[in-house]
């Protein structure tokens, strides 16, 4: 499977910024995913997840009530839209999926096997 992500870019704080993630050479719809965040000289940390159905999202508390995951089976996409955004949110962000995930790992990034390149959101103050 692999992975693209896009929607990055530069935006101020309070704006909102969509990001999306297309989906090819395989089965799409029985992953799990996730996006996933590093900022400059941080460690990777978890975003967001949604199950393979979309029944169930999770989010880390930084951006719970914040932040959107939704997917399109029929599209193979999935996306974070970004609301209210801050400038502790610069960060890559990357798109990340899997199958057979159960929800108490979906925050752990060693359970995702397929990887995007990656897209860079910067939100300046």
């Known amino acids: 499977v692999q992975l693209v992500e896009s929607g990055g870019g530069l935006v101020q704080t309070g704006d909102s910024l969509r990001l999306s993630c297309a989906a090819s050479?395989?089965?799409?719809?029985?992953?799990?995913m996730a996006w996933f965040r590093q900022a400059a000289e941080k460690e990777r940390e978890f975003v967001a997840a949604i199950s393979w159905n979309g029944d169930d999202t999770y989010y880390s508390d930084s951006v719970k009530g914040r932040f959107v995951i939704s997917r399109d089976n029929a599209k193979n996409t999935v996306s974070l839209q970004m609301y209210n955004l801050k400038p502790e949110d610069t960060a890559i962000y990357y798109c990340a999926g899997d199958g057979a995930i159960i929800a108490a790992n979906v925050h752990d990034d060693n359970s995702y096997g397929y990887w995007g390149q990656g897209t860079q959101v910067t939100v300046s103050s």
């Open positions: 050479g395989g089965t799409f719809g029985n992953f799990a």
